[in-house]
């Protein structure tokens, strides 16, 4: 339902706003605002989904929960989304979502709305639902060993070359 108010809703508010600003100023400079505030934009979006990707590696490389750089890099690119869009409303509401302190604020009160059950990292969390009949060999070390082999002779020369590499003769 919310879904359906918005695609008919921000039409309405975008062709106001087009109108207002049109007979305000005129239509040459309402075209060049919308195309500088693309333009602009998309500089601004570039910059900020950089940071984002960096700060997401970041909590990648330090093994620590990547959902707050991964929501801002999801509003980041919205918000690119809506400053594509033709339109006053929809660049406003795209801008504030590239201020950092916003995005936190939309960050925090999604998280009060979103209640995550369980966030593991690692190859075998404590707690972890095996599924029915799952029995890995272990190793020495602990890893889990799952494979299949085949025997080679070393005296003997391959026929025909490996399979494991596309070449000439293994098309």
């Known amino acids: 339902m919310y879904l359906l108010l918005a695609f008919v809703l921000v039409p309405i508010i975008e062709i106001a706003l087009f109108i207002q600003v049109g007979g305000a100023i005129g239509l040459l400079p309402t075209l060049l605002i919308v195309v ?36 801002h890099g999801a509003m980041i690119l919205f918000a690119g989304a809506l400053l594509l869009t033709p339109g006053f409303f929809t660049d406003a509401v795209g801008f504030a979502l590239l201020i950092p302190r916003v995005r936190i604020t939309v960050f925090n009160y999604l998280r009060t709305k979103i209640t995550m059950a369980q966030f593991h990292m690692g190859p075998d969390p404590q707690g972890f639902q095996k599924p029915q009949g799952f ?17 080679v002779d070393p005296e003997r020369t391959p026929s025909e070359p490996s399979k494991w590499v596309r070449g000439p003769g293994n098309e």
Do not use: Y
């Not at 500089?43 to 330090?62: E, K």
């Not at 029995?135 to 025997?151: K, L, M, S, V």
């Open 135 to 151: 029995h890995p060999q272990r190793g020495a070390d602990g890893d889990t060993i799952d494979g299949d082999f085949r025997e």
């Open 36 to 71: 500088v505030t693309a333009v602009l934009g998309t500089w601004l979006v570039r910059n900020q989904g950089q940071l984002a990707m960096g700060q997401l590696r970041n909590s990648f490389q330090r093994l620590s929960d990547p959902t707050e750089p991964l929501a």
